[in-house]
Each structure stands twice: as structure tokens, then as C-alpha cells.
């Protein structure tokens, strides 16, 4: 089985990867479209990539490909504590306040704001695709003075000295990724394990009128449909067009969740189901 995951190597997503599918073979994409496109034209079975971060908020760009470019389904959700640490050449280890730029992924960069601005003030930080990508620019170009923002792991995979650990902004910092698959895949996580199941739905309001969020929230209310997550995206037609992510904290089942889209549908919303999946806390 072929398991595609936001690389290069060592990025935060490998390291999920590994943990869910460590008898397979994972191959590295540069982006989180070209991860989900690689299972869609069946290059790959399975993909694994980030949805949402404690401090950063959501990927958009998973949600956003999820909901206009792609059908495939979530078959699990995974949620790993995130440590960053600022990543140098070995030989700029003890004068890493000289650095002149600092790469990282996006969200490695806002997870890191607070540390950013007290001790490396007015040096301009750039994106990178991943944390690892940024790790890997460094030891791929020694004459520039550059740091990345990127794990432990990548520090070791790519030669590079740990300058400051632990420099994300406040403790509980963790980020839930999601696999993907348009297969039966049997999951086989090494060290975490499930703490229950969701059914990811997306759902559309019928027009601009009132009370017509809380119809939809009333639907699940009643039933005693519990909801862990709602979030709006836009339907990209118009402004204030928007789109409702919504997670239950059930498992698919034959009355109520299929009752509750019923009475959504009859309320003129279109409703599509995401995924009925488990959930997994990494337990390190
Ligand atoms: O760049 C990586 O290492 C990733 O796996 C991506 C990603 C993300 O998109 O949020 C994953 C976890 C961290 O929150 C930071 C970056």
C-alpha cells in the first residue's frame, strides 16, 4: 500500500504517517493538493494531511481543496502534540541571534509569533511548503545565515543543530490531521490509540434568512447529536456565501444522523457527508 504525505522527510505530517502506517510504503508530495490529487488519480491509496492547529486555526487549504476540488472520503483523524523548535546550520549554532531570515511552513510561523517578535525582532520571515522543506533549505545552502522553524526530527533527518527548543508560544500546542482514501483501508497505528468516532458533514443554507443556523443546529440538539466542531468556509459564489463544516461526535449510524439530514434537507439545505471515521490521540 502507497501512502502519500506532505514531505520532504520529517515533516510534521510524516511523523503521523509513520505512527499510522508504519508497514507501508510513504512517498513525499510537496503540497497538500498534490497529496489529495495523488489519491484521486490513484497514484497513491491512502493520504494524510493537517486540518486544524490549537493555536493557527484551521489548514484552509486542506478544507477549501476538500470542499470544491475534491470528493474522497475521511476514514480517520489523528491529533499530535506540535513542538517547534528554531532549526540552524551547525555552524551558525552559537550566534544564531545573527540569522537573517527565519523559513517555515505558515502555521509553524504563527505557532511561534511571541518567540518571533521577542527574540529575533525585525527579521523578516518567509514561507515554506513544510517545516522540513525549511530544513531542508538550510543544510542545501551552509553560506546563508538562515533558520527554520521545524521538529526534532527534521533536525536529525537533515543535519541541523537545534538553536532554541520548544519556541511555540504556549504549551498545548497540537494539530489534528486527517487520512484520506477511497479504499477500505485497515489502520494499524503503532502507539495511539481511539478515543471515539465523528461524522464530518458540510452543509449549505437554503437562502439568506432568519433563524435558519439555528434550524440546522436544532436538528442535532434535539436528537441529542453531540457536535465537537463548526466552521464556516466560503462557497466562493459572493460575499457572506458560506459553507458550515460541521463534526458529530458519532459514529455513522441508521436513525439519527440520517434523520437529522433528513430534517435539514426538508428545511431546503443540501447536505454532504464528509466522513464516518475514528479519532486518535497520539499518547507521547
Ligand atoms: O510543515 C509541516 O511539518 C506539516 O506537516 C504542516 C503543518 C500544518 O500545515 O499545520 C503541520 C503541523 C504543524 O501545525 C505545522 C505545519
Not at 509569533?113 to 525549511?134: I, M, Q, Y
Amino acid at each position: 500500500m502507497k501512502v502519500a504525505f506532505l514531505g520532504p522527510r520529517a515533516t510534521f505530517t510524516d511523523l503521523v504517517t509513520r505512527e499510522m502506517f508504519p508497514h507501508e510504503e510513504r512517498i513525499p508530495y510537496a503540497t497538500i493538493p498534490d497529496c489529495l490529487d495523488a489519491v484521486m488519480e490513484e497514484e497513491v491509496d491512502v493520504t494524510v494531511v493537517p486540518l486544524e492547529n490549537t493555536l493557527e486555526g484551521s489548514v484552509n487549504i486542506t478544507l477549501d481543496y476538500l470542499i470544491h476540488e475534491i470528493n474522497l472520503p475521511i476514514i480517520a483523524e489523528v491529533t499530535t502534540p506540535v513542538k517547534q523548535h528554531l532549526l540552524v546550520h551547525p555552524s551558525v549554532k552559537e550566534r544564531w541571534q545573527e540569522v537573517t531570515k527565519v523559513l517555515s511552513h505558515p502555521h509553524a510561523i504563527a505557532q511561534c509569533h511571541k518567540f518571533l517578535h521577542g527574540s529575533l525582532k525585525g527579521v523578516p520571515c518567509e514561507n515554506a511548503t513544510s517545516t522540513a522543506a525549511a530544513a531542508k533549505y538550510i543544510i542545501e545552502h551552509p553560506d546563508e545565515t538562515v533558520a527554520a522553524i521545524a521538529n526534532q526530527l527534521a533536525a536529525k533527518e537533515y543535519g541541523l543543530a537545534i538553536a532554541k527548543d520548544n519556541i511555540h508560544d504556549y504549551d498545548f500546542n497540537h494539530t489534528r490531521f486527517i487520512v484520506l482514501s477511497k479504499k477500505n483501508i485497515p489502520l494499524q497505528p503503532s502507539t495511539i490509540e481511539v478515543k471515539g468516532y465523528k461524522t464530518t458533514v458540510m452543509v449549505t443554507l437554503p437562502t439568506d434568512r432568519s433563524g435558519a443556523l439555528h434550524q440546522v443546529l436544532s436538528a442535532f440538539a434535539w436528537r441529542k447529536l453531540n457536535l465537537s466542531k463548526i466552521e464556516s468556509r466560503p462557497m466562493k459564489t459572493g460575499l457572506g456565501n458560506y459553507f458550515f463544516i460541521i463534526d458529530i461526535e458519532e459514529k455513522m449510524d441508521e436513525v439519527l444522523i440520517p434523520g437529522a439530514i433528513a430534517e435539514l434537507e426538508a428545511l431546503g439545505c443540501s447536505v454532504s457527508v464528509l466522513g464516518s471515521y475514528p479519532y486518535f490521540h497520539e499518547i507521547r
